[in-house]
């Protein structure tokens, strides 16, 4: 099993930044990618972005050019950092770490972000 503990999260106005962390915990050998997803109100949860075990990144197209995610591998933490923040990235933001099988997919609680206008 792997635990998955996101913080960062809070309320910032339209322009403003914020920087997400997900430490890992637990059988983290089974996982090697790392990402991030959220969910707005009323809407279906969005992949936004994921990094390898390498340090490759992809990114959603929505947020592409204004977040950035990174990982250190020592503390086993993925980062992101989101910049010039609009109302509509305003969602609940979570942790995902997978690995080579089904069974590998590990979730976290979520971080609450509030852009407001």
């Known amino acids: 099993q792997v635990q998955l503990v996101e913080s960062g999260g809070g309320l910032v106005q339209a322009g403003g930044s914020l920087r997400l962390s997900c430490a890992a915990s637990?059988?983290?050998?089974?996982?090697?990618?790392m990402g991030w997803h959220r969910q707005a109100p009323g809407k279906q949860r969005e992949w936004v972005a994921d990094i390898t075990s390498g340090g490759s990144t992809n990114y959603a197209d929505s947020v592409k050019g204004r977040f950035t995610i990174s990982r250190d591998n020592a503390k086993n933490t993925v980062y992101l950092q989101m910049n010039r923040l609009k109302p509509e990235d305003t969602a609940l933001y979570y942790c995902?770490?997978?690995?080579?099988?089904?069974?590998?997919?590990?979730w976290g609680q979520g971080t609450q972000v509030t852009v407001s206008s």
């Open positions: 637990g059988s983290i050998f089974s996982v090697d990618n």
């Open positions: 995902n770490a997978w690995g080579r099988t089904p069974l590998d997919d590990y």
